[in-house]
């Protein structure tokens, strides 16, 4: 059982109202603290999806007092271990423990917290990139998955891609642009190295590894998709990211790669296959990444703004949905290797 210790600080004098909003939650343990005449601090172990609503209904009550603070920490472990928590039974508990039985999985607060470093453009993120894209064409060119496969490793595009998937689900627009700037940045940064790569040494099209992503085929597309799952997954529930970076830069990095050396090179037509390839993969893991989202229930903190974000994810999944079908019927009509594998 995944746990979280919440901690929530308030004015003093509403200790009260604090404690009547917490009624009925299936908390483990709770500790108080009165940190001076102003400020109440409680401390609640809580298994974690309990916190989602929890922590939306203190900010709609306590969000216009001054001293209102609430710090989320995950649990590594507790001594001695928890039993499972029996709710107490309130009016309309079965309808809402039904959903957080349904969600399994971190708060919004705290995937958003998660995401949003992610989504930041620092020089880390530049050099990762350039060191991914080193890495990835030097595997292409010696024809080896192993040194392919170290390059994924060290590739960051998770993270902006979940944060854009993540964005367009809560209509935060500026998530969104600030996941593109930086997606768009790192595509920029492989994309131009690996044309100039192109430009100065000679390139085989015929390599396995280049060939192999000059010729999409639906089992790229069924790949994809699975991999905008897997990250989306990844910061819902925890799975080791590092782990599933992996599914992500393999749709995203080879290809690209591969397309920036084949335009150096001049070599138009296999490049042309790259990029769809690219252009696929795009739409796939971000097309999954907002379903995974909305399927999981994560929605925006404030009811008022449940149908701008509704009407977003509706919109988003409508767009990569129908490019989708158009690469795939342009994939299919230009004939190239439609074969499943």
């Known amino acids: 059982m995944a746990l979280r210790l919440m901690q929530v600080v308030i004015p003093t004098p509403r200790k009260n109202e604090l404690y009547s909003l917490i009624r009925g939650e299936s908390l483990i343990e709770s500790w108080d603290q009165i940190i001076d005449e102003k400020r109440y601090k409680l401390s609640m172990l809580l298994p974690v999806e309990e916190s989602e609503q929890l922590i939306s209904r203190l900010e709609r009550h306590f969000s216009d ?32 423990n039904a959903e957080k039985a349904k969600q399994g999985r971190i708060s919004r607060e705290e995937l958003y917290h998660d995401l949003v470093d992610s989504t930041r453009l620092t020089w880390v993120f530049v050099v990762l990139m350039l060191a991914s894209t080193i890495v990835a064409a030097t595997g292409i060119l010696r024809n080896s998955e192993a040194i392919i496969i170290g390059s994924m490793v060290i590739a960051p595009l998770l993270g902006p891609n979940v944060a854009l998937s993540l964005a367009t689900t809560l209509a935060d627009f500026r998530l969104a642009q600030n996941a593109l700037r930086v997606t768009v940045t790192g595509i920029g940064i492989s994309l131009v190295f690996s044309v100039i790569l192109g430009m100065i040494i000679e390139i085989d099209p015929d390599i396995q590894q280049i060939a192999s992503r000059t010729q999409p085929n639906p089992g790229d597309i069924v790949l994809s998709l699975a991999s905008g799952i897997a990250g989306a997954l990844a910061f819902t529930t925890g799975v080791a990211s590092a782990l599933v970076g992996v599914m992500v830069a393999v749709a995203l990095l080879p290809p690209l790669v591969v397309f920036g050396m084949l335009t150096g090179a001049g070599l138009w037509e296999p490049a ?7 252009f696929i993969n795009i739409i796939c893991i971000n097309l999954a990444g907002v379903i995974t989202f909305v399927v999981q229930g994560i929605k925006p903190a404030h009811w008022h703004e449940e149908g701008k974000a509704r009407n977003a994810s509706k919109i988003a999944i409508t767009i990569w949905a129908v490019l989708l079908l158009v690469l795939t019927f342009f994939l299919y009509y230009s004939h190239i290797n439609f074969d499943f594998l």
Do not use: K, Q
């Open 272 to 278: 042309t296959g790259a990029l769809l390839l690219l």
């Open 65 to 96: 007092t001054g001293t209102f603070r609430i710090v989320l920490y995950p649990v590594e472990a507790t001594i001695p271990r928890p039993d499972e928590p029996e709710p107490e039974e309130a009016p309309g508990s079965t309808t809402a």
